[in-house]
């Protein structure tokens, strides 16, 4: 039982590079999202899913997409990265009966 | 969108000693979660506590909805407890900024 994973750990972009941030989860949760944290302050919320094919955005959604075609994956795709991008990206999975979030290691990724 | 500020932004403590952590917000809520972050970045869900008080082991949460604030109170604290808490709120779980404690031996 892995909980929830992220990968890759580490990623180091130049502007205008696009990637994927993987988010998996083994624990049956209905709801997932992401959440971007910045030196020194608390997390905000990208994007959220409460269910396949159901996503919505959350408080800082630009430059961000997503999709959910499984219950288990939700990545965040970065089209254009930008430097503003920088940051360390978390994953956070909950039960629609549960309500205490989970969260994945963090991927740290920098945008030169 | 809901205001969260925590207090106080820093605090140091020595190992046995005792803390309260505060977070206030701007509006009704019926989601408050207490989190802890440890030094290698880790989250960890402390509470979920819309309302009333919880404890489990050496933290205990209370949390008055009507006037708006949470604490967050740590026993005979240990140098494990180190790291930043952070308190968030509302379906769109906006997080405060964070209250870093740092325990020392």
Avoid at chain 2, 46 to 60: A, C, D, M, V, W
Wanted: proline share 5%.
């Amino acid at each position: 039982n892995a909980g929830v994973t992220q990968t890759p750990k580490f990623q180091v972009l130049k502007t205008g590079q696009s990637m994927t941030l993987q988010c998996a989860q083994d624990m049956n949760h209905e709801y997932m999202s992401w959440y971007r944290q910045d030196p020194g302050m608390g997390l905000r919320l990208i994007h959220y899913s409460v269910g396949a094919g159901i996503t919505d955005q959350g408080e800082v959604p630009n430059g961000y997409n997503v999709s959910r075609s499984t219950t288990e994956d939700f990545p965040l795709r970065l089209l254009s990265a930008a430097p503003s991008q920088t940051s360390v990206y978390f994953c956070a999975t909950w039960s629609k009966t549960g309500n205490e979030q989970f969260f994945g290691p963090g991927t740290r990724l920098t945008v030169l | 969108g809901i205001q969260v500020e925590q207090s106080p932004p820093d605090l140091i403590l020595q190992e046995g000693a005792n803390s309260t952590l505060r977070c206030n917000f701007s509006d009704s809520v019926n989601n408050l979660q207490w989190f802890h972050q440890n030094p290698w970045g880790q989250l960890i869900n402390l509470f979920y506590i819309p309302s009333g008080t919880k404890q489990n082991g050496r933290l205990s949460a209370t949390t008055v909805a009507t006037e708006r604030y949470s604490l967050l109170y740590i026993s005979s604290s240990q140098t494990t407890d180190s790291g930043v808490y952070f308190c968030a709120v509302g379906g769109d779980m906006r997080f405060g900024a964070g209250t870093r404690l740092t325990v020392k031996p």
